[in-house]
């Protein structure tokens, strides 16, 4: 059986340097709520890495419902932030590492 993931990588925009206190506030709110829900595998900030903020990886059903996930994120609904968003095909031991 196929496994996949859906990594979103958050993009700095323009006015990212703008961040408050309240729009991270925002963020991990929504980042707790998605892990509670157990739509979260992974996630946390990128450093030293020019341009990019962090990254979330999702378990979510399908591609679909992963990108609007990401559209709902803080950073990006209010404009800080734009993402890329990626299906992962898991290759674990369990697939034989797709072998």
Do not use: S
């Not at 309240?22 to 709520?33: D, G, P, Q």
């Not at 609904?77 to 797709?98: K, M, P, R, S």
């Amino acid at each position: 059986m196929e496994k996949w993931l859906y990594v979103m990588t958050i993009k700095k925009g323009k006015t990212y340097n703008k961040v408050t206190k309240a729009v991270i506030t925002r963020h991990v709110e929504n980042l707790r709520n998605l892990h509670a829900q157990g739509k979260i595998e992974l996630c946390g900030p990128f450093k030293g890495y020019p341009g990019v903020a962090g990254m979330v990886i999702f378990k979510t059903e399908t591609y679909e419902e992963a990108e609007a996930l990401c559209r709902l994120e803080p950073l990006v609904a209010e404009g800080y932030a734009t993402y890329i968003l990626a299906a992962l095909q898991v290759a674990d031991e369990e697939n034989n590492f797709l072998l």
